[in-house]
């Protein structure tokens, strides 16, 4: 097991080539004072999330009256790491989902819970409750053959020109981030700290909300709901965000 | 019941200068937004917040619509004798709510 | 010749020192409708400019919450402490901000909150004290608004 570890490391130092990184996370690119608002969690307004995911994490819910607690015991420990691995296969739908869509699993098969739209504020809850458990720890995509063709056609998303505005994300996140678009700065676009507290929002809410807000922003058609690219263009951002530390819930702009 | 957030120091000694933060959830709608459809959203905000240590007032506020959503307000106050801090926020459409908490001096 | 001339420029410039007034503290930055507001708060008494310092960045990313403090410079004493702060902005729909009350009970004259700005603009912290006076800073602040809106 240390020789395997020690094996990785060994790996990772040379496909870096021992260089800098030079990634930067949404947080770099923040005044002070809003680094602040994320970094101390008393004064994080995302945390008023987080508590009411806490509490519902021990609440009974759906027809089975079962809490999330009663199969997964304490979070700090059972859900600690989970979201910097996700999204991840399920073998069930055979295909990957993000941790809203294994939140959303849970609630209505083993909770037997009514189906909520995406931006519901107790799943947001319970996503920002479940993220903040990993808050700190490094993005760490899980190594699992099966999600490979899905990242690579995230990967294609990312690259594809969209929108009457004919953009590619990559065109403003790979291309231009640092620079300013109309005063705002463009960050690298690495899904870090989601769900976040988005002040143009005044409210928490989750990627798949601020990719729709991207897209419709250079005139392209959203994703449906629950769309398969969502995920894979998530899978594709959390493999290239890799190392960076879970900010959940991060503060931005 | 709107979710808050009251953070206190777990211990203080008599006479430190200590202090407290308090976050509440809250749409603060300032009353010149309009919805869809085009209607204005209806004002409702916070408009009083108090902090009473024990039974005396240490700290107020009156809030305007400039105020933001799920307002943050912190400020200090002296750690006299250990006691209750009890935070109290009301307004529009007749919002009260109060969050207390522990505060042990030694 | 030269000593008169000397002795003369000496007491001249000893004149110059004498007449030349003593630096006033820097009058606040300029601006018509918080003077009003500020004239109000303060019941039209003199309001001096310092001992107050209204905390905010001067880059506003999103107006929707921007984050301020405001400290008086003030021993917090029974004797000699801090009553009110009251906030003021220039250009957004309503001028009132917040009112804050203190107190010698509150220790250290520091009030933080985050406000909403809907526009680059002028605002101002006053303090009331315990003596009657009244105190106030003005900020500048630049708002950038989100690139691309949403819905």
């Known amino acids: 097991m240390r020789t395997r570890a020690l094996g990785l490391v060994v790996l990772l130092v040379f496909a870096t080539g021992g260089a800098a990184d030079e990634r930067r996370s949404g947080l770099a690119f923040m005044s002070p ?115 490979d063709p899905y990242r690579a056609r995230g990967k294609a998303t990312w690259q594809r020109r969209m929108g009457q505005l004919d953009l590619s994300c990559a065109d403003c996140h790979d291309g231009n981030a640092g620079r300013k678009l109309a005063g705002s700065v463009i960050p ?15 409210s928490l809410g989750s990627f798949e909300r ?43 702009p | 019941m709107a979710r808050t957030l009251v953070t206190v120091p777990k211990s203080a000694k008599r006479g430190d200068v200590i202090e407290i933060k308090t976050l509440i959830a809250h749409p603060m709608e300032t009353g010149f937004r309009t919805g869809d459809g085009g209607s204005v959203l209806p004002r409702n905000i916070i408009r009083r917040f108090t902090c009473r240590y024990g039974d005396e007032v240490v700290f107020a506020a009156q809030l305007f619509p400039a105020v933001s959503a799920n307002p943050l307000l912190s400020f200090f106050t002296v750690a006299t004798d250990s006691g209750t801090l009890t935070c109290t926020w009301e307004g529009d459409n007749g919002f009260a709510q109060t969050e207390s908490v522990a505060l042990t001096v030694t | 010749m030269k000593r008169r001339r000397l002795l ?56 929707n919450a921007a984050p301020l403090t405001v400290t008086v410079d003030s021993p ?50 006053v303090a009331e004290l315990s003596d009657g006076s009244f105190w106030q800073d003005r900020a500048d602040v630049i708002v950038t608004l989100a690139a691309c809106i949403e819905e």
């Not at chain 1, 995302?46 to 806490?54: A, C, F, H, M, R």
């Not at chain 3, 406000?115 to 605002?123: F, I, N, P, V, W």
């Open chain 1, 33 to 147: 004072a809003l680094r602040a608002m994320q970094e101390d969690e008393t004064s994080n307004p995302g945390t008023l999330w987080v508590k009411d995911g806490e509490a519902s994490w021990s609440a009974p819910a759906g027809d089975a009256k079962r809490s999330c607690a009663s199969c997964h015991g304490e979070a700090a420990t059972a859900m600690r790491g989970v979201s910097a691995r996700y999204p991840a296969y399920d073998a069930r739908l055979a295909r990957p989902i993000d941790l809203a869509g294994r939140i959303e699993s849970c609630r209505t098969r083993h909770q037997r819970a009514a189906p909520v739209a995406r931006e519901d504020a107790t799943l947001l809850a319970l996503e920002a409750f479940v993220g903040a458990q990993s808050r700190g720890l490094s993005i760490a995509p899980p190594a699992d053959k099966r999600l």
């Open chain 1, 188 to 202: 690298e676009g690495h899904p870090t700290g989601y769900p976040i507290y988005r002040l143009e929002w005044q």
């Open chain 1, 210 to 252: 601020r990719v729709r807000g991207c897209m419709a922003g250079v005139r392209a058609q959203p994703f449906a709901e629950d769309a398969v690219e969502q995920v894979e263009l998530e899978l594709y951002l959390m493999q290239r965000a890799a190392g960076l530390a879970v900010e959940t819930p991060a503060v931005r």
């Open chain 3, 8 to 63: 003369q420029t000496a007491a001249g410039l000893g004149a110059l020192v004498v007449l030349r007034p003593v630096a006033a503290a820097p009058a606040p930055a300029p601006s018509p409708v918080l003077d009003v507001l500020v004239q109000g708060f303060a019941n039209n008494q003199p309001v001096g400019t310092g001992r107050v310092k209204l905390g905010i960045s001067p880059l506003i990313e999103n107006g």
């Open chain 3, 76 to 125: 917090m004493t029974a004797a000699d402490h801090v009553k009110r702060i009251a906030i003021f902005n220039e250009k957004n729909p309503e001028r009132d901000v917040a009112i804050f009350t203190l107190g010698p009970r509150a220790g250290r004259a520091s009030v933080s909150t985050r406000m909403r700005l809907a526009t680059s603009q002028r605002l101002v912290a």
